[in-house]
């Protein structure tokens, strides 16, 4: 992306951005930011939740053309999908696209609709962060409505920020308070959401949010209980790195060397020495590997969700098959399954910076006497 000043990096090109809308009206800037070609293709992603009206109504009358992503989670509250009908018609939105998650990966790793009761952030990261990151391909920028007011991450983030994928995010509404955004449905008449008169401040999906009230926190009715307060579609940097996880607790990755699909080793070449890493999928085939089984230094075995069993049985087969090397277990593993992940071969388990705060060093050492809870090892030993 090129703004006036060509040779300099995206991270200073948004300081200069936002140095220079500052103290610019909010339609005035989002009239200039729709208007200016270096910053498209543009999108608007909204919720059609407690608020989203008053961006959605800025946006349409400047360009009700502009591209509009509506995440639907399909566990989203009935009011919701019919308030989001009623502004597209309102409004007159031209081009609202409703994004659903993968079909065949909510058969895969929810099929029975029920992985918001046991891990959350996986549930978010198949029904919106995936969605969410295969329809903003093709866009160069995307404009969001969170606000600072709403408290934990967002209250220090400004008008533009850089997302994980280095596109311009856009936050118009970044300084507005609840009462300029009331004020602003009141003067233009416009529609609430439903359940904002039964007490909820931030909606999202039904399972997962509750009335928040008047004197709680913003956002205190989402993930009540789990101090999660976002769905991980708002990160404005690169996520941070992963956490490894060893029976002495948390560790970096020491690993600098890259990792290379099965696909890549047929290339080798019988003199080629080098250290190799592997990435692996839990349901390939351990015997497809025999040939290079030796040769091979950390196999890194994905898990896309916890309760996936086939990497448990790769890492088995692995080690019977004489595989000698690091074994790393990677995705969503939780401290409860650090004593299946040894049993099965094992060494160690990658986590995100996310599951690592919510699930800390202690709780995974206090599994890594994870022999004890090996229940052929004591038969063998009674024997």
Known sequence: MSFENPGFTLSA?????????????TVEMLRHVIAD????????VSSFGA???????????????????????????????????????????????????????????????????????????LRKTEPLA???????????????????????????????????????????????????????NLPRHPLVAKG??????????????????????RWEGQGKTECGIHFSQAPAAPVIVTDQGFAKDDWAGGFRGVDALASLGTQDKSALAVDLAGDFNAKDLLRWVKRINLIRVDFPVF??????????QLRMLGYAGRLRA??????????????????????????AQRQPAPVWRARANWQVRDYQLCLRQRA
């Open 51 to 125: 608020d989203s009206v008053v961006l959605l109504d800025m946006v349409a009358k400047i360009d009700s053309a502009l591209p509009v992503l509506f995440i639907d989670t399909e566990m989203l509250f009935r009011q919701t999908l019919t308030y989001q009908q009623k502004l597209a018609v309102d409004l007159g939105l031209q081009d609202l696209r409703r994004i659903l998650p993968s079909r065949e990966a909510v058969l895969e790793r929810d099929f029975e609709n029920l992985l918001h009761r046991s891990d959350t952030d996986a549930c978010c990261t």
């Open 200 to 221: 909820y401040r931030s909606i999202g999906c039904a399972p997962c949010t509750i009335p928040s009230g008047t004197t709680n926190h913003e956002r205190a009715g």
């Open 134 to 188: 295969r329809a903003l391909k093709g866009f160069r920028g995307w404009i969001s409505g969170r606000k600072r007011y709403q408290g934990g991450a967002r209250a220090s983030m400004e008008l533009f920020e850089i997302d994980a994928e280095q596109r311009i995010k856009i936050n118009p509404l970044a300084h507005w308070s609840r009462e300029e955004l009331a004020g602003y449905i009141t003067t233009h």
């Open 307 to 316: 309760s996936d069993g086939r990497g448990f049985s790769l890492g088995r």
């Open 330 to 355: 990677k995705g969503h593993i939780l401290a409860d399954q650090y004593a299946m992940a040894r049993r099965s071969g094992f060494d160690e388990v990658e986590i995100d910076a996310a599951l």
């Open 13 to 25: 090109q948004v300081a200069e951005l936002n140095k220079r809308f500052q103290s610019t009206d």
């Open 37 to 44: 070609p270096r910053f498209g293709p543009l999108a608007l």
